[in-house]
């Protein structure tokens, strides 16, 4: 059998491999593609979407922010995530022998293996943050459901958030239990569970996102809520929020580090998977918007700060759920669904670094599984004291050329830092060596044998990872570095 353990529990109807898979794929496989489709939005619909989404579009000003990171999912995104599934179903491993796999078998370097091990790097340092973030989310659960937001003003609600960010002991036990509860699931390899968790738990997100839309709506700052989300006004958009927008469609798709590619791996061979990023990458865009348009008018209806940061829904959602009929039932069910969202997505982020250490040291899922959750609980720590000892402690770091300054991460806490790290830059260059590889090296008999569509939409496909997304990748990198600046100031001069 394979060497990591499968995310079916039941093998195929038959128990036998169907007809046309190849030999590589003697290892079990997702059900259908529906179940692909169910857990790729696992990981990709999770704090991203509800508790980042929110926060940046309001640190960067709204509008022109949205625009590009909409672009940015269209035109990189989705080719990107096609490429990756494609991968990982082409080479069936863990995402660094993947890589070096398919490397070997279109004549290119092993050093293509790097790919996969940089994301099994991007996924721990990740998971590290997320963890404790998601904490808060499980915190909140017995505060709203003992109805201590009930009637709250946003001043009382504020207390509330700063109360537990400000107390280290609370955030690591919190942090300890869902890294627990992540790790649990991730040693068992079982995740029928989880993907029946799937099937019920986000409709039921979707719906609640959907009721609280209907409050959003009755705030009467609506339409300004949505005139900031959607009416973009450049002025505001900066070189680091362009960057971020286009690291956020990467982050949100969990696109760039391997996750993708490990579930492309279980990928029956006769499913769409131009069907299976469409679908994800839709599902995922909708729950983000909503979330927008849930938070954004309650904002603004209680006067309160859009660049509030990364305590933005956690200030914002409880008043909705303090003043709504039924407020406490739908505000304490909405922070379990959140961390369920939060807990699928969490599994896929440690996922290759689980794969690829059981290979490497030759050790049990479950060995690899403790030791990770050890190392990543320890990195966690970082992120706790972010908030409160050491939030004091920050980094700018200032590009200068002789043409200009350009200050990236002003004033960055190590939460900062590791977000910046691995949104802003892990999982883009991830994502462009994927596009490079896919679209370059890898030879063309052999994406069109995978992906299966018409020669049109290959075409299309084509020309997206060949020259758009890497390009794009490419030029905002080089932009956020000043270096674009430095051209024009040269061509001005
Ligand atoms: N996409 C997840 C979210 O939006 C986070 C994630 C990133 C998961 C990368 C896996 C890989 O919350």
């Known amino acids: 059998m394979s060497d990591s ?18 030999p590589s794929a003697n290892r079990e496989q997702w059900s259908s593609r529906l179940v692909f489709v169910l857990a790729a939005t696992g990981s990709a619909v999770g704090l991203g979407n509800i508790w980042k989404f929110p926060y940046i579009t309001g640190e960067f000003g709204g509008g022109a ?9 269209a035109s990189i995104g989705i080719p990107i995530m096609m490429a990756e599934i ?8 863990d995402p660094v022998t993947t890589m070096k796999r398919l490397a070997k078998e279109s004549g290119h370097s092993r050093a293509w293996g790097l790919l996969g091990w940089m994301g099994v790097i991007a996924g721990f340092l990740i998971l590290s943050y997320y963890s ?36 280290p002991e609370t955030l690591i036990a919190w942090h300890s239990l869902f890294l627990i509860m992540t790790m649990t699931v991730v040693a068992r390899g079982v995740r029928g569970g989880l993907e029946k968790a799937v099937t019920y738990l986000m409709p039921m997100l979707f719906v609640l996102l959907v009721i609280l839309i209907f409050y959003a709506m009755g705030t009467g700052h609506f339409a300004v809520g949505l005139s900031y989300l959607f009416n973009p006004d450049f002025s505001k958009i900066t070189t680091e929020g362009v960057l971020s927008a286009m690291g956020h469609a990467f982050f949100t798709l969990s696109l760039g580090m391997g996750a993708i590619m490990v579930y492309g791996s279980y990928l029956p061979d006769n499913t769409s998977i131009a069907k299976a990023a469409f679908a994800v990458a839709f599902m995922d865009t909708l729950v ?10 309650i904002v603004f209806a209680n006067s309160l700060e859009p660049g509030a940061g990364p305590g933005l829904i956690f200030k914002t959602l409880p008043l909705a759920f303090g003043q709504m009929n039924y407020g406490t039932f739908f505000g304490t069910l909405f922070f379990i669904l959140l961390v369920f969202a939060a807990w699928t997505s969490s599994i896929s982020l440690i996922e290759p670094a689980i794969t690829w250490s059981m290979k490497t040291f030759q050790i049990s899922r479950i060995k690899a599984s403790v030791i990770s959750g050890i190392l990543v609980w320890l990195m966690g720590l970082l992120t706790v004291f972010s908030f409160n000892i ?10 200068s050329t002789r043409y200009g ?3 990236i991460l002003k004033d960055a806490t190590a939460f900062d830092f590791l977000d910046y790290l691995t949104s802003n830059i892990m999982l883009p260059l991830g994502g462009l060596m994927i596009a490079i590889y896919a679209g370059w090296l890898m030879k063309k008999d052999y994406s069109r044998d995978e992906l299966e569509i018409s020669r049109f939409w290959y075409a299309i496909w084509s020309i997206l990872v060949r020259y758009v997304a890497p390009v794009m990748v490419i030029i905002v990198f080089l932009n956020a570095m000043g270096v674009v ?9």
């Not at 494609?86 to 491993?93: A, D, E, I, N, Y």
């Not at 499980?138 to 009930?150: D, N, R, W």
């Not at 927008?292 to 008018?297: L, Q, S, T, V, Y």
Request: hydrophobic share 50%; with cysteine; glycine share 8%.
């Open 5 to 22: 353990v499968p995310p079916v529990t039941e093998p195929s109807a038959s128990g036998e491999p169907s007809a046309n898979q190849k």
């Open 65 to 73: 922010f949205v625009l590009i990171y909409l672009i940015c999912i």
């Open 86 to 93: 494609m991968l990982g179903r082409r080479g069936r491993q």
């Open 132 to 167: 404790v973030i998601a904490g808060w989310a499980m915190a909140y659960v017995p505060q709203m459901a003992s109805g201590t937001f009930t009637g709250l003003d946003a001043q009382a609600v504020n207390t509330v958030f700063s109360t537990l960010v400000g107390s």
């Open 288 to 297: 983000a918007l909503l979330a927008g348009m849930i938070i954004f008018p």
């Open 390 to 399: 050491t939030s004091d402690f920050t980094i700018s770091s200032i590009i």
């Open 405 to 407: 300054e350009f200050v």
């Open 485 to 493: 600046a430095f051209v024009r100031s040269i061509m001005s001069a």
